[in-house]
């Protein structure tokens, strides 16, 4: 899946090796907020960020946590660069250099441990097939200690219903570029996330009608 081409309609701005996405600096301040209600700042932890995109999100993240590791990974490779240089410049330096990974590969194959507190993914569920969902949720549940969290963000359904229009016409936009690809229903997650040991713990919504949701790997 080439995730840069399904951020083409978004305008990308360019400074020095690092890519800066509107919509991430729209999202990561509200994304924060759910995040810090989870994660104690003042505890020594491990975060696993799957699609970590062009860095920012971490880069943001990590100076409120700054006992919290961050290992960002991404399965397209021109974007690793900009999350390097994220990296980089994230003055507490807790966070680690982007891995190159396919969600649908297994764990073993992405060169992390299996003792992360916390696992985050954001915009890759509807913009990629079912597949990768699947690889999402049967992975974390490996590398994720227990009792561990995972935070998924983006646009969802809840029992077939699909709101507001912006948003069932931004799934048709996906689905017109990509039939295997479109917004996900929550109740289809909840079906392949509990035979892997995790449960859906916790709805937030947040602005742009999207959603964040709060996993817990149980057993």
């Given amino acids: 899946m080439n995730f840069m081409k399904q951020y083409a309609p978004e305008a990308l701005v360019k400074m020095s090796q690092k890519i800066n996405f509107p919509s991430a600096d729209r999202n990561k301040g509200p994304i924060l907020e759910v995040l810090q209600k989870f994660i104690d700042k003042d505890k020594e932890g491990k975060l696993l960020e799957i699609s970590s995109g062009t860095g920012q999100h971490a880069a943001h993240f990590a100076p409120h946590f700054p006992k919290l590791?961050?290992?960002?990974?991404?399965?397209?490779?021109?974007?690793?660069?900009?999350?390097?240089?994220?990296?980089?410049?994230?003055?507490?330096?807790?966070v680690?250099?982007?891995?190159?990974?396919?969600?649908?590969?297994?764990?073993t194959k992405w060169n992390v441990s299996n003792d992360f507190d916390y696992a985050l993914n954001v915009n890759m569920i509807?913009?990629?097939?079912?597949?990768?969902s699947?690889?999402?949720?049967?992975n974390v549940s490996a590398v994720l200690k227990?009792?561990?969290?995972?935070?998924?963000?983006?646009?969802?359904?809840?029992?077939?219903?699909?709101?507001?229009?912006?948003?069932?016409?931004?799934?048709?936009?996906?689905?017109q570029r990509d039939?295997?690809?479109?917004?996900?229903d929550i109740q289809d997650l909840i079906k392949i996330s509990e035979p892997y040991g995790i449960k859906l713990n916790e709805i937030f919504d947040m602005p742009a009608n999207n959603k964040c949701l709060i996993w817990q790997k149980f057993k």
Avoid: M
Avoid at 78 to 90: F, G, K, P
Avoid at 134 to 138: A, V
């Fill in 69 to 94: 590791t961050f290992q960002p990974t991404e399965n397209e490779p021109s974007l690793l660069d900009s999350i390097r240089a994220y990296a980089a410049d994230t003055p507490t330096k807790n």
């Fill in 146 to 175: 227990p009792g561990g969290l995972l935070f998924t963000y983006g646009a969802y359904a809840n029992n077939g219903v699909l709101e507001p229009q912006s948003n069932r016409d931004f799934d048709k936009s996906i689905r």
């Fill in 134 to 138: 699947i690889g999402l949720f049967k």
């Fill in 96 to 107: 680690k250099h982007p891995l190159l990974i396919n969600v649908v590969d297994d764990w």
């Fill in 126 to 132: 509807h913009v990629t097939p079912f597949s990768c």
């Fill in 179 to 184: 039939p295997n690809c479109g917004v996900r």
